[in-house]
Structure formats: structure tokens, C-alpha cells
């Protein structure tokens, strides 16, 4: 397709998969390696995440990729 661009998902769920688990967005940095700036930039929205960044927070929570992105329960 010509013209076509990639837009980069959402992570959506990012928030809610913290917090179900009690993390602190600093917390979250700690154990992922993604700064607390970027999470907190991710979860309002502001920013679109790379694909090395949504493998990092998910390893960090335990939970597939998809999952941050709410393709899945």
C-alpha cells in the first residue's frame, strides 16, 4: 500500500495492569528499566511507545504484550 504509515498501539491498559498489581509508576521504572517520565507520558497518552518499550513494561508486569495494548483480558 503506498502511502500507508505503521501507527504504533496504545498502551491502554498500561495503568490499569500497574496498578492491579500495586506498583508505583517508580516501581514500574525500577523493574522495567523504562523511566518514570516515559510510563507517565505513556499512560496519559502523550507519547506512542516503541515496540522495545511495550516488551520491557509487559516482561515487568508478567503479562503478554498484547495485554497492555487491550487485545486481551
Do not use: D, H, W, Y
Not at 496504545?10 to 500495586?22: A, C, G, H, P
Not at 509487559?58 to 487485545?71: C, D, F, M, S, T
Amino acid at each position: 500500500m503506498q502511502g500507508a504509515t505503521l501507527t504504533m498501539p496504545k498502551l491502554i491498559r498500561l495503568r490499569e495492569v500497574r496498578e492491579s498489581q500495586f506498583l508505583t509508576q517508580g516501581e514500574l521504572a525500577e523493574r522495567s528499566g523504562v523511566s518514570r517520565q516515559t510510563i507517565n507520558r505513556l499512560e496519559g497518552g502523550e507519547i506512542e511507545p516503541r515496540f522495545k518499550t511495550i516488551r520491557q513494561l509487559a516482561q515487568a508486569l508478567g503479562v503478554e504484550p498484547r495485554r497492555l495494548i487491550g487485545e486481551e483480558q
